[in-house]
């Protein structure tokens, strides 16, 4: 079931699995959840005119990866938020975040040398016109 409520709640829940202690102020979340409860969160945050930063939390599980998970999370930068493009930060280190970013249709755009405490900053991005999880007819909107 995918959850737009306590936005807060899952925020919080997404900064324990990524390990950060904040997200930006003008943060907001999607959730995917079951039964059991959240399987994942995404978190946007650093909104411009034309961008957002996207953050993906999960438990650990790859249950929550489902086609209507992935329209929800990519519809609202791109169709809701008319955004043309979200961008991804991940640690150089995590390669299982890198190798699933660019599963889902991220492409490399650059390195932050030193830019964590002990780690380079990897910079992906996805344009709205190459998003394969919106509907053809509002990629070039």
């Known amino acids: ?7 807060d709640q ?8 990524i390990g950060v202690s904040s997200f930006r102020k003008d943060a907001r979340a ?6 059991k409860g959240l399987r994942a969160v995404v978190v ?12 993906i939390a999960s438990d650990g599980s790859r249950r929550f990866l489902t086609r209507e998970a992935l329209v929800h999370w990519f519809s609202y930068p791109f169709i809701q938020l008319k955004l043309r493009r979200v961008t991804g930060l991940v640690p150089a280190k995590n390669e299982t975040a890198l ?3 660019i ?9 932050c040398r030193h830019a964590l405490k002990d780690d380079d900053l990897v910079i992906l ?9 919106i509907p053809e007819e509002h990629r070039h909107a």
């Open 103 to 111: 599963g889902l249709g991220f492409e490399y755009e650059g390195l």
């Open 10 to 17: 899952m925020i919080e829940w997404a900064k324990e699995r």
């Open 99 to 101: 190798k699933f970013d």
């Open 125 to 133: 991005g996805m344009i709205r016109e190459r998003c394969r999880w």
């Open 30 to 35: 999607i959730g995917i959840e079951d039964e």
């Open 44 to 55: 946007y945050d650093g909104f411009s005119e034309t961008d957002c930063n996207m953050h």
């Open 1 to 7: 079931m995918i959850r737009y409520h306590d936005s």
